[in-house]
């Protein structure tokens, strides 16, 4: 049976000059305030979850948001919108 040619590769040599990359700002680590209002979302949102369940209907604009029981109740779209901001700011977090 006859054999296959063997194909030899060319030897890899890098390339003389290397590109330029993108000028990128190093990024240090987060402001202190920066984590301080990441971390106040998420313990604000989960306070107000807390506190609509336990006197939610007997605050004024929490009844006025609907937590008298009628219709939609805005007060766990509120809690959970600061939760999830503050979830979101982690990624930026460093």
């Known amino acids: 049976m006859p054999k296959s040619k ?13 590109p330029t ?4 700002r190093a990024a240090g680590p987060s402001s202190p305030v920066y984590v301080g209002v990441m971390l106040g979302f ?4 989960l ?5 609509n369940y336990l006197a939610g209907d ?5 009844i006025a948001l609907g937590g008298d029981g009628s219709g ?13 901001v503050g979830l979101l700011m982690t990624m930026r977090w460093r």
Do not use: H, S
């Open 58 to 62: 007997k605050i004024g604009f929490m």
């Open 6 to 18: 063997v194909r030899k590769k060319a030897v890899y040599t890098p390339p003389k000059e290397k």
């Open 21 to 24: 990359p993108a000028q990128v």
């Open 72 to 84: 939609f109740n805005y007060n766990f779209v509120v809690g959970f919108v600061m939760i999830i």
């Open 47 to 51: 306070a107000w979850l807390v506190v």
């Open 42 to 45: 998420m313990v604000l949102g």
